[in-house]
């Protein structure tokens, strides 16, 4: 058996996508293509900070949960500094984007966000391209099962379920979401139902009643 690494595929992918849709947003709000009466501001603003937490708990879950099974169990094989030098730069960057949200939500004023939001969508695109092309071969190759579920549980634990389990259903393929309900159990799905209706109410603000869920 292999650790199984869909869970941290979907996650990367939502965080990616989220990221760059967000950047379209302020980018749109920036230039009047959009706009955002108090309640919406404020939705946007709270989505990115939460989605920022989200960022950097699953980066801290990295680098001290994560890097430390792959230096023991692959050692020599494996090179974590330029993926460690990436998470240093992504946190400022975020304390930034949090201070930028909070301001575009009294202000209305989106176009440093924008800036802001599309730099991190373009330094996550790059940063977890990379770390699944080095990484994922090397986690299967050397990593236990029993570790990668510590792993796993770790990054779940301080997670945020109201944000994570929805978008889990959001971003899977069919077949992915098939392929976890196989290995989680039906309590994923029954969990999953139980956010399904307040993530689509809080995403339809922040992106626009048609927005694509
Ligand atoms: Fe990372």
Known sequence: MTPELLGFQITHRAMRADTRRLAELAAQLAEGRQVADPARARAIAEFITTL??????????EDEVLWPVLERS?????DLRDLSDDHADLDPLLTEINAQAAAFASTGDAAALA???????????EHIVEEERLLFPIIKK????????RVETAVRKGGNVKLDLPRIEQYAKPDELARLRKLAGPMLMLMISLFRRGHRRRQRLVFGPLADL
């Open 115 to 125: 800036k802001s939001l599309t730099r991190l969508a373009d330094m996550l695109d």
């Open 142 to 149: 050397y990593v236990s099962v029993a570790d990668w579920e």
């Open 74 to 78: 692959a050692g020599a094989e494996v």
């Open 52 to 61: 920022n937490q989200g960022i950097h708990h699953h980066h801290t879950m």
